[in-house]
């Protein structure tokens, strides 16, 4: 069988949607099981496992999507399509959100990121590399996906700081998980 380097950006793209679609979905369990937390007032030993199995199943999705990534880029540079590298907006944003992704994480891996910005920064970040990696061309320029990219992230944090604000209504400290119930 004869494979084809086209074959392997095609298998390259295939896992990256996989990846991808695995790290907004875990990302969306993680930040939903964060409120859940948030809301109770703390955090039982069972669901501190649960949460690091989720952290570990979202860095195995993030490996083979800088995996694919870096795949992606040694195709095109390989067909030396230089074109693609400078005229693809769509492209450039995808890297942009993925770079800010990586960064989140290292931040909050390291303590540098709150622990209720960096989810929602992730989040909604997930969100919009799904949406980057499967609609490729939008006819927009890179500034415009940029302000969109920012206008939607700012929706996402007024919506998950308000979610924040109902579920702690009634713990005497709002600073997320950890806050303590009245009694």
């Given at each position: 069988m004869y494979v084809t380097e086209l074959s392997w950006l095609y298998s390259a793209q295939l896992i990256r949607y996989l990846a991808v679609g695995l790290c907004l979905g875990t990302s969306t369990c993680v930040m939903t099981l964060y409120f859940y937390l948030v809301a109770k007032g703390h955090t039982e030993e069972a669901e501190k496992k649960i949460m690091h199995v989720l952290y570990t199943l979202l860095r195995v999705g993030m490996c083979l999507a800088v995996l694919t990534e870096v795949t992606n880029f040694v195709y095109y540079y390989h067909v030396d399509n230089f074109v693609y590298w400078t005229d693809n907006p769509e492209l450039l944003m995808r890297l942009t959100i993925f770079a800010v992704i990586c960064a989140n994480a290292l931040a909050m891996q390291f303590g540098k990121m709150s622990m209720w910005f960096g989810p929602a920064l992730a989040g909604g970040s997930w969100y919009a590399c799904?949406?980057?990696?499967?609609?490729?061309?939008?006819?927009s320029e890179y500034g415009g996906l940029l302000?969109?990219?920012l206008v939607w992230l700012t929706i996402v944090f007024v919506i998950l700081a308000g979610l924040r604000l109902i579920l702690t209504r009634n713990q005497t400290m709002r600073i997320g998980d950890g806050a303590s119930s009245p009694t």
């Amino acid at each position: 069988m004869y494979v084809t380097e086209l074959s392997w950006l095609y298998s390259a793209q295939l896992i990256r949607y996989l990846a991808v679609g695995l790290c907004l979905g875990t990302s969306t369990c993680v930040m939903t099981l964060y409120f859940y937390l948030v809301a109770k007032g703390h955090t039982e030993e069972a669901e501190k496992k649960i949460m690091h199995v989720l952290y570990t199943l979202l860095r195995v999705g993030m490996c083979l999507a800088v995996l694919t990534e870096v795949t992606n880029f040694v195709y095109y540079y390989h067909v030396d399509n230089f074109v693609y590298w400078t005229d693809n907006p769509e492209l450039l944003m995808r890297l942009t959100i993925f770079a800010v992704i990586c960064a989140n994480a290292l931040a909050m891996q390291f303590g540098k990121m709150s622990m209720w910005f960096g989810p929602a920064l992730a989040g909604g970040s997930w969100y919009a590399c799904f949406f980057f990696s499967v609609w490729i061309e939008t006819e927009s320029e890179y500034g415009g996906l940029l302000v969109g990219y920012l206008v939607w992230l700012t929706i996402v944090f007024v919506i998950l700081a308000g979610l924040r604000l109902i579920l702690t209504r009634n713990q005497t400290m709002r600073i997320g998980d950890g806050a303590s119930s009245p009694t």
